[in-house]
T-cell receptor
Framework: NAGVTQTPKFRILKIGQSMTLQCTQDMNHNYMYWYRQDPGMGLKLIYYSVGAGITDKGEVPNGYNVSRSTTEDFPLRLELAAPSQTSVYFC?????????FGPGTRLTVL | DQQVKQNSPSLSVQEGRISILNCDYTNSMFDYFLWYKKYPAEGPTFLISISSIKDKNEDGRFTVFLNKSAKHLSLHIVPSQPGDSAVYFCAASAVNDMRFGAGTRLTVKP
């Protein structure tokens, strides 16, 4: 059981570039989440999904898109990278009272 | 708006003593509360949760107390161990929402 895996671990983007952060879970969870964590702050919910084909916005969705075509995968897309999107991104899966997190992707936009 | 607050950025305790981490919230619609532990360069690790219909939940050395009238929860760690040194986040969930506090850095001294 690998749990929740995220790729890449690190990435540097130029302003205006796009990229996809990958997230995969092997625990057959219906719920999956994307968060960002800025320095000295708590995690903020970007998007979440309650099952394949179903996604919804969290607290800070602007500048991001998601899709959920399978139970296992929940990729996060940045279309036009901006310096404000410099952060650490965490994917999680679980149930309503328990979440398991991936190791994170550290993204820098210059 | 910060709906979940951890007002103590840091806490230091002696090994073997009790650690008490506090968290306050403002939204009475939250129905689950969760505690996570985070080491540097890793994703958060789930510790314990509590439903809003309960006032206490215990799991080994970890106990979470919920005071709904005060909109306050706390995590007790007894006895504290040096390996417990980490940043602890409280989180609150409602339908379509999940909010995190900014975290408390716990240091357990040998």
């Amino acid at each position: 059981n690998a749990g929740v895996t995220q790729t890449p671990k690190f990435r540097i983007l130029k302003i205006g570039q796009s990229m996809t952060l990958q997230c995969t879970q092997d625990m057959n969870h219906n719920y999956m989440y994307w968060y960002r964590q800025d320095p000295g702050m708590g995690l903020k919910l970007i998007y979440y999904s309650v099952g394949a084909g179903i996604t919804d916005k969290g607290e800070v969705p602007n500048g991001y898109n998601v899709s959920r075509s399978t139970t296992e995968d929940f990729p996060l897309r940045l279309e036009l990278a901006a310096p404000s999107q410099t952060s650490v991104y965490f994917c999680a899966s679980g149930v309503v009272d328990t979440q398991y997190f991936g190791p994170g992707t550290r993204l820098t936009v210059l | 708006d910060q709906q979940v607050k951890q007002n103590s950025p840091s806490l230091s305790v002696q090994e073997g003593r009790i650690s008490i981490l506090n968290c306050d919230y403002t939204n009475s619609m939250f129905d689950y509360f969760l505690w996570y532990k985070k080491y540097p360069a890793e994703g958060p690790t789930f510790l314990i949760s509590i439903s809003s219909i309960k006032d206490k939940n215990e799991d080994g050395r970890f106990t979470v107390f919920l005071n709904k009238s005060a909109k306050h929860l706390s995590l007790h760690i007894v006895p504290s161990q040096p390996g417990d040194s980490a940043v602890y986040f409280c989180a609150a969930s409602a339908v379509n929402d999940m909010r995190f506090g900014a975290g408390t850095r716990l240091t357990v001294k040998p």
